[in-house]
Each structure stands twice: as structure tokens, then as C-alpha cells.
């Protein structure tokens, strides 16, 4: 998928008709293909000494990993050619080598070869066929080697192999018949196994005396909350994100030695997300937490002058992406809300901040619109972190609030178990130059603000998760922000469920929606959820419900929005990949049906070689377009003139017929 992506880069640029169309010198519409082809740089690597920045891009008309210089960005050192389905990587400790995964078959299996910068020369390590490789560990004071799994297609556990990069020999040193993974110590020892038992739970053992003892167990709940990330220097204790209580997620210090835990950081209102780890004495220095917006907390006073002067610059939100083994050399990203994502070297010994590259140059000269964090409280009194984002050139009563009421699409995140944040958002910008005010909620069970603020959306779908939508739309109208006339609710996945639930359950309050891979069917999404789990119970159970006894059968019947499709009064859009093993094809197709049953009309438009999250940079430019111009058609919004050929695909279906113009301005007029 990397190869395809970095290609149609290139043919973007090349085709023979213009994409862009009319709109060069309209810079208040940023067009599509701008903001939906992908980065100029993504999966960014850097030499454990800062000299060098590895990462994905477009090179030669092609795609590549490239290798370039810190200093220079523009030099580029060494490029791989992704066309022989080269799809991860990894650099050394030595500074000298990086070592990359190939897969020719869709990574049923792979090879891993490994690249020496001094001598320039390329080497297959794993000339076994039909075998999965995988990277497990590497660590500074043994720079020379790294920890592979490696198992055949006949076996379900990868076996540890030791890799010496200085021969290139592989040594077995645990054959492996239980675990899913490891936790590795800072000398390349095997401290504990983890296993998943058949419920789902994630079981410790600890390597002590020559065998495997138990330590601890996680249930399938508290596994999405808890993560281990690394031992200190002693060696008897690991650092622990802890979810397993009813707040916030905690950073703990666990005690190998009598299974004792130590807070260390803890924060009222935000989980503790992203640690600040001293590159070699693996101590942690700060950790990050995001409510409305990214905050530190410095735990050790050595970097508080750092992070304090890269906050003062104002940039945006600062993530620290890596540090040189001296540590003077910091490569810092930040995500502003108006610029694309950009990337900085900074030197801490003269405080020197320089550019090595923005995410997506093109996007540069267009204005942004600000995204403003406020808080919305629901119906019952819990505070929803919410987004709001104004069209460019609205005049202002104050910071959040036209002077007078605007079209608003409220933009619904998926998972349920995700979150929206303050940053660059390429939705939130296409809507806003469209001319719409974009509202985005951090409803009940979303992540990052805590278990019981997650685990309040449990078994909610339909119920308190929509009154949550709803009430932020209510407030939005109540301040005089949206026209109660013109406001759409968009989202994918959840948020396509949450579309489908709000044109279903409460049809007055919007103008139109558009879903993309939304589930209509709770008991069907249920029993469609993959197969390739080795435990029994269905994990969505505990976030939706169950369907196994008749009064569960009928509460999720009551909470599906294929029972009330007779209920849409208001125009749909409904966006579908058919290779999506999330939310089928066959569930869109039951709820277009249902609605036919009904003479309702509605727009559904088949990607053939989709799954659930669109990757073709075809797919999400072409949806796009269809999408602003059903916005522009019911809430009045701008739309990007564009060459009608580029919906010409035998890859897109619209209303089981190839797009046309004709078609779809007949289907926009019904």
C-alpha cells in the first residue's frame, strides 16, 4: 500500500486534466487533492545520533525510503525502491546499519534484509522461504545486536533469535510455544511473557530461577488502558502506564522483585498519553497529558528549560520525536491548528531551532482556519472537551462566536474508543473552507479522559453517546453559532453509526447527513466482527452489548438505525469500501434497501477495492468531492469546480452505476 500511495503522488501531478480546475487563485478553498493526497514525508526513523532522518516519500517519480542528512535534508544518502514491498524498518544502535522488512504477498510472510551505510552494501538476512519475521528489541549497550522473532507459516508463536550485526549470524535463544510478546530488559534478557488466554485476558510471567512464575493478569478492559514502556536502570522495575483503575491513566514504577507499584505521575482530568525518556539511562523526564490542548509535566528538572523555551515559541503543540544518545540533538515536531505538521532539529547547548521539513509543503500557502477548544456539558452534567472551527473571513462577536448564525457539520470521530484534538485536521479544513462551522464532540466513551469517562459510552450506542452529539448541538444553536436550518452530521465507522442513529432517532435536527462505513445493524455488526481472535468472548460486547438472550436481542434492535429507516426525512450520503471486514458491505446494502422499501431516497457510493479505512488517495479525493457537493446542495456551502473524469472509475459505483455528472447531479436533485 506504501508503493501505491507514493506513486499516485506523482500521478496527481502528472494527469492530463486538471484537478485543481478554476481554484489556483481561490486560496479561501483549499482544493481536495491538496489536502487528501498523502505527505510528503510519513513513518519518520532517525540514527540514534541524530546525523540522519530515514523516512517514506515520493523520490524519482517513485516511492522510496530515503535516507537523508539532518543537516541537509535535501542530500540524500540512500533511497529503497518500495516497489519490492518494502514496508517497515528500523535503525541500529550502531549508527551504521538499518535494518528493513519485504513482503512480496501482502505480509503473509517477509524478508529482512539489512543496509551498512559505510559500505553501502545491501544483505539478505532471512533467505528462508515462507517465513514472518519480526522486530522484538534492540538497546544501547548492545548496540551490535537486536532481538528477531521468526516463525514459519505452520507455526502461531514467534521463536527469539539474537542477531549479531557484525557477522550477521542468527542465534536461537527461546523456542516459543505460549507468548504474543515480551518484556525486554535493557540488556537484551527476556524478563516476562505474555500470554492471552481464551477470554481475551493478557497474562504475565515472570523468568525468574530458570522458569516462567506468574505476575499479573489484565482483563480485555483494562489492556486498552495499560502499557509497559521499558525498565529503569536497575533492572527490577518496569515503567507502567496504568489504567486499571476508574481514573485517569497513571504512570507507576513496578517492583519485579515483590510485584509493588510506585506512583510516579498521575493527572486529575487527562490520561498520561506520551512519556519523555532519557535516551540513555531510560529514565523518564516528563510526561505528556492532553485535555483540550498537550501539557507537560517535568519530572526531572534537567529538561524543564528545553521544554519551557520550545513551548514559548509558539508553534503548537510539541512532541519531542527524538534525541540524540549525548542528547544535545532534540528532532521536535509540532502540531499547530493553522500550519502543516513540521519538523525541527534543536540544539540544546545554543538553543538553536532550525526547519528541516513541513509534512506537506504544498499545503504551506494556504490560510487555515483556528480550531478553539470549549468545553459543552451534557444534559447530565459531564463535560465534553469539544472543538470548534470557524470559516476564514467571519466576522466575530467574540473569539468562537459568528455575528450571526452559520451552516455547521458536526464532524463525528470513530472508534468509539478514539478522541479528536487540537491540531491539524484535513477535515476540519476542508469543511471550514467550504464556508461551514465544523463542531467535533469528545462524547462518553471516548479515550484520554479517563476509564470511567470511557466506560460511561459502554452499551450507550443510541442512548447517552447520542444525547451527547445531540446536547453540543443544541448548545451551538442555543448560542447562536449554527443555523438550526442547515446543519449536517458527518462521520465514519462509530461516527457513520452516529449519522445513520441522528437522521433515524432525531430527524428534525439535521439537514442532511453523510456516513461513511457506519454499522445500521448493532446485532449484525456483532456477529460480522472478525473471526481471527483466539478468545470467546466478543470484545465488542463489553462497548455495545450482547445479543444472546431475547431482551438483549431487543435492546440493540431498539438502539440499530435500520429499525427506524422509515424515520429519514432528510437527504443521506452513504459511503462504503466492499472490502471492509469492520462494517461489510452487505450492512449499507441492508440499509439502502430499507430505505428503498420506503421510496426514501439516498446516495450510496461503492469503493470496489476499499476496506474499512480508505487508503487510495483516489478513493478519499473522489469521495470528497462527492461529499462537498451534497453539503453544498443542502446546507449551501462552497464546492471545488473539478474535472467530472476523476469520478470515472470502474473502482466507484454510485447507486450501483459508473459515476457520471449527469448521474450525480440527478442523484443530488432528488
Not at 477 to 498: E, Q, T, W
Request: include cysteine; glycine fraction near 6%.
Amino acid at each position: 500500500m506504501i508503493v501505491k500511495i507514493v506513486f499516485i503522488i506523482s500521478t496527481l501531478i502528472l494527469l492530463n486534466f486538471n484537478i485543481y480546475a478554476n481554484n489556483e487563485l481561490n486560496h479561501d478553498i483549499i482544493p481536495v487533492a491538496a489536502l487528501f493526497s498523502p505527505p510528503n514525508q510519513f513513518k519518520l526513523g532517525f540514527s540514534p545520533d541524530g546525523k540522519y532522518i530515514s523516512y517514506f516519500g515520493e523520490y524519482n517519480k517513485g516511492g522510496g525510503l530515503l535516507i537523508v542528512n539532518s543537516e541537509n535534508p535535501k542530500n540524500v544518502i540512500a533511497s529503497f525502491d518500495l516497489k519490492q514491498g518494502l514496508y517497515d524498518y528500523m535503525w541500529a544502535y550502531d549508527n551504521r546499519h538499518i535494518l528493513y522488512l519485504q513482503s512480496k504477498d501482502n505480509q503473509k510472510s517477509n524478508q529482512l534484509y539489512i543496509y551498512d551505510l559505510e559500505t553501502k552494501q545491501t544483505t539478505l538476512l532471512t533467505p528462508e522461504s515462507e517465513i514472518k519475521v519480526k522486530f522484538f528489541a534492540k538497546r544501547i549497550n548492545k548496540s551490535h545486536k537486536i532481538l528477531i522473532g521468526l516463525k514459519s507459516k505452520e507455526q502461531q508463536y514467534f521463536d527469539i533469535y539474537e542477531l549479531n550485526l557484525l557477522d550477521y549470524t542468527k542465534k536461537l535463544i527461546m523456542k516459543n510455544n505460549k507468548f504474543v510478546g515480551f518484556l525486554i530488559d535493557n540488556d537484551l534478557n527476556i524478563r516476562v511473557g505474555i500470554y492471552k488466554n481464551n477470554k481475551g485476558e493478557e497474562e504475565y510471567f515472570q523468568f525468574k530461577n530458570n522458569k516462567w512464575v506468574f505476575l499479573m493478569k489484565l482483563t480485555p478492559e483494562d489492556i486498552a488502558y495499560t502499557g509497559f514502556h521499558g525498565f529503569d536502570a536497575s533492572g527490577n522495575n518496569i515503567y507502567l502506564l496504568d489504567g486499571c483503575s476508574k481514573g485517569t491513566v497513571t504512570l507507576k514504577l513496578l517492583n519485579l522483585n515483590n510485584g509493588k507499584m510506585k506512583l510516579l505521575a498521575e493527572d486529575a482530568k487527562a490520561d498520561i498519553n506520551i512519556l519523555a525518556i532519557h535516551p540513555t539511562t531510560k529514565e523518564i523526564q516528563a510526561v505528556v497529558t492532553e485535555y483540550d490542548k498537550v501539557t507537560y509535566k517535568i519530572l526531572d528538572a534537567s529538561i524543564k528549560e528545553d521544554v519551557e523555551y520550545l513551548k514559548r515559541l509558539n508553534l503548537g503543540n510539541m512532541y519531542i520525536m527524538h534525541r540524540g544518545l549525548d542528547d544535545k540533538i532534540w528532532i521536535v515536531g509540532f502540531d499547530n491548528d493553522v500550519k502543516p505538521f513540521r519538523y525541527y532539529k534543536y540544539n540544546r547547548e545554543n538553543k538553536e531551532i532550525k526547519l528541516l521539513f513541513s509534512s506537506k509543503s504544498e499545503l504551506e500557502k494556504y490560510s487555515f482556519a483556528p480550531m478553539n477548544p470549549v468545553i459543552i456539558k451534557s444534559r447530565d452534567g459531564l463535560d465534553l472537551v469539544s472543538y470548534i472551527t470557524l470559516p476564514n473571513n467571519i466576522e466575530l462577536s467574540n473569539k468562537i462566536y459568528p455575528n450571526k448564525p452559520l451552516p455547521l457539520v458536526l464532524l463525528v470521530h470513530g472508534g468509539p474508543n478514539r478522541r479528536d484534538r487540537w491540531g491539524m485536521n484535513k477535515e476540519y479544513q476542508w469543511l471550514a473552507s467550504r464556508g461551514y462551522v465544523v463542531l467535533s464532540v469528545n462524547f462518553r466513551g471516548s479515550t484520554g479522559f479517563g476509564k470511567s469517562f470511557q466506560n460511561a459510552g459502554n452499551r450507550e450506542w443510541g442512548g447517552k453517546m447520542q444525547d451527547d452529539l445531540v446536547d453540543a448541538v443544541n448548545w451551538a444553536i442555543k448560542n447562536k453559532i449554527a443555523d438550526p436550518k442547515r446543519i449536517a452530521i458527518m462521520g465514519s465507522s462509530y461516527g457513520g453509526y452516529a449519522v445513520l442513529a441522528g437522521l433515524t432517532f432525531t430527524p428534525e435536527l439535521f439537514a442532511c447527513g453523510i456516513d461513511v462505513a457506519g454499522p445500521p445493524d448493532l446485532i449484525a455488526d456483532l456477529k460480522n466482527f472478525p473471526k481471527d481472535y483466539n478468545f470467546k468472548k466478543n470484545p465488542l460486547e463489553i462497548k455495545i452489548g450482547s445479543y444472546k438472550t431475547r431482551k438483549q436481542r431487543e435492546k440493540l434492535i431498539k438502539q440499530s438505525p435500520i429499525t427506524y429507516a422509515n424515520n429519514i426525512t432528510k437527504p443521506l450520503l452513504i459511503i462504503q469500501g466492499a472490502k471492509d471486514s469492520v462494517v461489510k458491505q452487505s450492512e449499507s446494502d441492508k440499509m439502502v434497501e430499507a430505505m428503498s422499501k420506503y421510496n426514501i431516497p439516498v446516495i450510496y457510493a461503492l469503493y470496489k477495492n476499499e476496506g474499512h479505512s480508505f487508503c487510495d488517495p483516489y478513493s478519499k479525493i473522489s469521495y470528497h468531492y462527492i461529499a462537498e457537493r451534497f453539503l453544498a446542495k443542502h446546507l449551501g456551502g462552497k464546492f471545488e469546480a473539478f474535472d467530472y473524469r476523476i469520478l470515472n472509475s470502474s473502482e466507484l459505483l454510485l447507486n450501483g452505476c459508473i459515476p457520471s455528472e449527469k448521474l450525480l447531479e440527478d442523484l443530488l436533485n432528488k
